[in-house]
């Protein structure tokens, strides 16, 4: 029966299909006006660019711009690139000029799409970003699109590891900068921890266009940008809890697979409570006594770590070290610790050296750093699922952009096995049959220990004929990934691996153009080359064609519909034909957790023999309601830790203003002396209530509460005796007093030096109370949970109380700032300033495990001494903690530049 809703569709289309014929009017106006923009010279093309310019000048918007602009972009394209786009690309384009997300099928030319929009909007002179998911993509992008852009006139740069601020400025101040979201938001959090503004990089945040929107947005949107410095050794508290797990029995404890979660029984807390009473640990009866909560903390990391962490799935222990394994791309993360204490638990169990705890000095999500620009749009080819997280977080809509050419992918059905072996078993006949035919085939796993699996049984099997991308750099998985087409190749992969690089059937002429030609000087055997090679893939395609285009084998589901269907999408590009089916097991983690456990037992009293699978519509219909309700868990859990998250951005936003304030400002000294009053206000009220007789004042405290904030030594007990004096007049005194005695220091030290004093005091003791307070905030996030219990709304009760916190900040900024500066001295010759050195080797890529800050992997690249220039820490490398500083200070490395992390 057709429902009201799908008759409707039928007669008016759907929302999607309204929204992109809305665009055709303005896709037929550019294709009206494509012969006279064809007949313009280049130079006549070029100086377009100038004529927007100056229209936008006169007051002409952008809007109004738009066809003639992606008219200039298509003809100029078509010449330089030797790429005219679609009209479908076209829709895209405006749909990013929109501010939308634009939904487009892997291979429909995202990258060629952003041209439109980003042309358009950098011609404002406010600066465009583009934002991409891995260093080797910006640079591609950056070095292929910033010829178009040259070509217009338009200046192109791009942020990777290892740039020094003068260079990372110089690219922000490009009409277009292509960056990772990793460096641009460590550029961001940067930026407020220097003390002028010249030293800043970015110059603000207008419109940014994220390419594979999902993958930042939402995966690497679950944990935030931290910028840390370690905090005391305490290894030994450690490895003594870690000790009490193993006498542990099942019966202790609470394990939540679905949750993530892992809790003690009451047998198992009287346990503990008896093995840390004689540990000398426990303070009080109760582990729960509010002297424990640091211990509870710890103990609670360490059963996680035993019980919720599995070696070679969750981590890897390599050279002594744990290297996190990231669970939606299945390769090692290097550099990056898990938080509040679960990386030390981890290194305790499994006996490794246990690195000091970090403290966060400064941090941002993706969420709150990418809301801040004033237009946010992206690309990928997968969004639909995550529609209402980009709508309720981010504010954007999701558009489905419709293919070229129809898709002639075939997906089949799944095939369900019982055991994991049972379904490797038939992968791998699979994977024979499609190479024998002489199909493509990418094989899709969930993690590196499963590509090894695989890669294991089929050489048991005794084919060996095939590729496995563990790649540690981006430019040699995107080749193996663009050469994946051709015929009979077999590539296993982790199912995000060589994202942004199109799997093209007979293999990609541009990169094996790219590779085959480099060091050929003679132009007539380049050109025979080039011929041979262009002929080869010609044909190679064919052959790929006739045996049905790539063939995607995937060896589980993922808990992300949306990571399945990116997989998916890798076959059937422009029209190609393909095919796609996943193989499962009872024994899979999805199945396992989500999956009835009477599944496996009813399916034996079926009949169901060993090597066979069960193939029905239903079956998929089922997963993909348990992926949709973890979808939902995850979206949930992400709305909430935002909603907290939301309150901390807000006070980050008063105070990083704040500084810029102080940094542009010339005098800083209103603001001093705004402090100052307030201080004496205070202290006087504090000690002189209102209202109150003479004999009820405290002079004595006053007078040392003014010693302590003023350095000043004022007869206050004698004043308090003068008959008829009052507290305005006491107020006015110390007023008068400490008005004096900071004139007096302007004058010994001179306006200009004690300006450059304020405003460095101001800034310094800042960072110092932000700092203090974002762990404060922490602590209290990770306790508030339990004012539920009391009927009161945890999220409220954390508003009210991060409030309070920060007006104390506040008033602490007030005192501090108030004391140091009635204190301070002149000293011959002193430093400037400095934010922590905070350049150090922990900015890591999390989608590929490599090191941002030095390009290299942290673990093999050691720089030899005569290598490393002190000014530039990315030709450092790896340095050992008590090795002396490479920057020439003289201190060790671990109390220099060593001294701060970024996680």
Not at 443 to 468: P, W, Y
Not at 603 to 611: D, T, V
Not at 676 to 688: G, N, P, Q, S, T
Request: aromatic share 6%.
């Amino acid at each position: 029966m057709v429902s009201i809703g799908g008759i409707a569709r039928k007669l008016f289309g759907s929302a999607n299909d309204r929204r992109v014929r809305g665009y055709r009017p303005s896709i037929d106006a550019i294709n009206a006006i494509e012969e006279k923009t064809k007949a313009l010279s280049d130079e006549q093309l070029a100086g377009q660019t100038a004529e927007f310019r100056k229209l936008l000048a006169e007051g002409k918007t952008l809007d109004d711009i738009l066809i003639p602009a992606f008219a200039v972009v298509r003809e100029a394209s078509r010449r330089v690139l030797g790429m005219r786009p679609f009209d479908v690309q076209l829709t895209g384009g405006m749909i990013l000029h929109d501010g939308a997300i634009a939904e487009m099928k892997t291979g429909e030319g995202k990258t060629l799409v952003a041209t439109l929009p980003v042309y358009l909007n950098a011609l404002a002179g406010k600066g465009v970003h583009v934002v991409t998911v891995n260093d080797y993509l910006a640079q591609r992008d950056a070095h292929t699109m910033g010829r178009l852009y040259g070509f217009l006139g338009l200046s192109t740069g791009v942020i990777v590891h290892g740039l020094n601020d003068d260079e990372r400025r110089t690219n922000y101040a490009c009409d277009i900068t292509y960056a990772t979201n990793n460096e641009l938001g460590f550029d961001y959090l940067r930026d407020n921890m220097k003390y002028e503004r010249s030293q800043m990089v970015q110059r603000g945040h207008n419109y940014a266009i994220v390419d594979e929107v999902d993958s930042i947005l939402v995966d690497e949107a679950r944990t935030p940008l931290i910028i840390s410095g370690p905090l005391d050794d305490r290894s030994e508290l450690y490895n003594t809890i870690d000790a009490f797990i193993p006498a542990l029995t099942p019966e202790d404890y609470e394990i939540d697979e679905k949750q993530r979660s892992a809790n003690f029984s009451e047998a198992g807390t009287e346990k503990l409570e008896n093995l840390l009473r004689q540990a000398g640990l426990l303070k009080g009866e109760s582990l729960y006594d509010v002297e424990n909560v640091a211990i509870v903390h710890h103990i609670n990391n360490a059963l996680k770590a035993h019980k919720l962490f599995t070696r070679d799935k969750d981590y890897i222990v390599r050279n002594g070290e744990i290297v996190i394994i990231d669970e939606f791309t299945g390769r090692m993360m290097p550099g990056r610790r898990y938080s509040e204490g679960q990386h030390q638990a981890l290194e305790a169990k499994e006996k490794v050296q246990i690195q000091p705890e970090n403290q966060t000095l400064s941090s941002i999500t993706f969420q709150n750093y990418f809301r801040m620009y004033s237009k946010l749009a992206g690309m990928t080819g997968t969004a639909q699922t995550e529609a209402e997280e980009f709508g309720n977080i981010y504010k954007l809509e999701v558009v489905e952009v419709p293919t070229n050419l129809p898709i002639q992918r075939i997906d089949e059905d799944d095939e369900v096995y019982r055991t994991f072996d049972e379904k490797f078993k038939a992968i791998i006949t699979e994977i024979k049959d499609a190479h024998q035919r002489g199909q493509p085939v990418l094989v899709g796993t969930t993690s590196i220990e499963k590509s090894e699996l695989l890669a294991t049984m089929l050489r048991q099997s005794g084919f060996s004929d095939f590729q496995v991308l563990n790649a540690r750099y981006h430019e040699q998985e995107a080749y193996i990934v663009s050469q994946a087409g051709v015929p009979g190749a077999v590539t296993i992969a982790t199912n995000m691996a060589g994202r942004g690089t199109d799997i093209q059937l007979g293999g990609n002429i541009d990169m094996r153009l790219e590779r085959e030609l480099e060091g050929i000087e003679d132009e007539g055997e380049r050109a025979a080359k080039e011929a041979a090679i262009r002929e080869q893939v010609k044909q190679l395609k064919e052959t790929a064609l006739a045996a049905g285009g790539l063939y995607v084998i995937a060896t589980e589901r993922h808990e992300s519909r949306r990571i399945d269907n990116q997989l998916r999408g890798r076959s059937g590009r422009q029209g190609d034909p393909g095919r796609s089916k996943f193989y499962l097991s009872l024994q899979d983690d999805l199945m396992r957790i989500f999956g009835s456990d009477r599944m496996d037992g009813m399916l034996q009293k079926l009949g169901l023999k060993e090597g066979e699978a069960i193939v029905h519509p239903w079956i998929n219909k089922a997963l993909e309601r348990a992926q949709k309700k973890v979808e939902a868990r995850n979206f949930d859990i992400r709305k909430n830790l935002l909603k907290y998250d939301d309150v901390t951005n807000d006070q980050r936003k008063v105070i990083f203003e704040q500084r810029i304030e102080m940094m542009d400002s010339p005098d800083v000294s209103e603001v001093v002396e705004e402090m100052r009053a307030e201080v004496i206000e205070i202290i006087v009220a504090k000690h002189i209530p209102e209202r109150a007789y003479a004999e009820q004042w405290n002079a004595p405290g006053l007078r040392e509460d003014v010693g302590r904030l003023l350095n000043l030594d004022l007869p206050i007990e004698d004043w308090v005796k003068e008959e008829g004096i009052g507290e305005d007049d006491i107020r006015e005194r110390v007023t008068a007093a400490a008005d004096a005695a900071a004139a007096d220091r302007k004058e010994r030290f001179g306006a200009e030096i004690m300006t450059y004093v304020e405003r460095s005091v101001l800034l310094q003791t800042l960072d110092h109370l932000w700092r203090e307070h974002i762990v404060n905030l922490d602590h209290l996030r990770s306790v508030i949970g339990f004012r539920g219990y009391a009927q009161r709304d945890p999220l409220q009760e954390y508003k009210a109380e991060a409030f309070e916190l920060f007006q104390a900040l506040l008033a602490n900024l007030r005192e501090a700032v108030t004391a140091q500066l009635m204190r301070v001295e002149l000293v011959q010759n002193p430093e400037p300033p400095q934010p922590p050195a905070i350049y150090d080797e922990q900015h890591v890529d999390p989608t590929t495990g490599i090191n941002q800050i030095t390009g290299f992997d942290s673990e093999n690249f050691i720089a030899a001494p005569e290598d490393r220039r002190p000014e530039d820490p990315s030709t450092w490398g790896k340095i050992g903690r008590n090795e002396a500083c490479p920057c020439g200070s003289g201190k060790k490395y671990k109390h220099c530049h060593g001294a701060f992390e970024q996680a």
